[in-house]
C-alpha cells in the first residue's frame, strides 16, 4: 500500500498547481424571466375513485387462494412442531 490516503497536506506540487481565486469584480448579475402565469391546475383524481376495478373477480379468487394456501402451510409447520415438542417430552 504505497499510496495510502492519510490526510490533506500541502505539497511543494500541490501549491504550483494551484490557480488563484476568482475575484467577484468581474460577475455580472443577470435577470430571470418571469413565470408565465398562464397555467392551468392539474385536476387530480378524487381519492375514492377506484385505482383498479377487477370485473371478473379472477384476481380476487387467486389472491385468497394464495392465501389459504400460506395458511395451510404455516398452519402444518405449527402442528409438526408442537408434535415435535410432545414427542421429545414423552
Known amino acids: 500500500m504505497p499510496?495510502?490516503?492519510?490526510?490533506?497536506?500541502?505539497?511543494a506540487d500541490s501549491i504550483r498547481l494551484e490557480r488563484p481565486r476568482p475575484t467577484t469584480s468581474g460577475t455580472v448579475r443577470g435577470r430571470v424571466d418571469k413565470p408565465d402565469v398562464n397555467?392551468?391546475?392539474?385536476?387530480?383524481?378524487?381519492?375514492?375513485?377506484?385505482i383498479f376495478v377487477d370485473h371478473?373477480?379472477?384476481r380476487g379468487r387467486r389472491l385468497r387462494?394464495?392465501?389459504y394456501a400460506v395458511l395451510v402451510v404455516v398452519l402444518a409447520l405449527l402442528a409438526l412442531l408442537w408434535l415435535?415438542?410432545?414427542?421429545?417430552v414423552g
Open 65 to 67: 387462494r394464495a392465501a
Open 84 to 88: 415435535s415438542q410432545a414427542v421429545w
Open 39 to 50: 397555467t392551468r391546475a392539474i385536476r387530480l383524481p378524487e381519492a375514492t375513485q377506484a
Open 56 to 58: 371478473s373477480g379472477r
Open 3 to 11: 499510496y495510502r490516503f492519510v490526510g490533506r497536506a500541502r505539497t
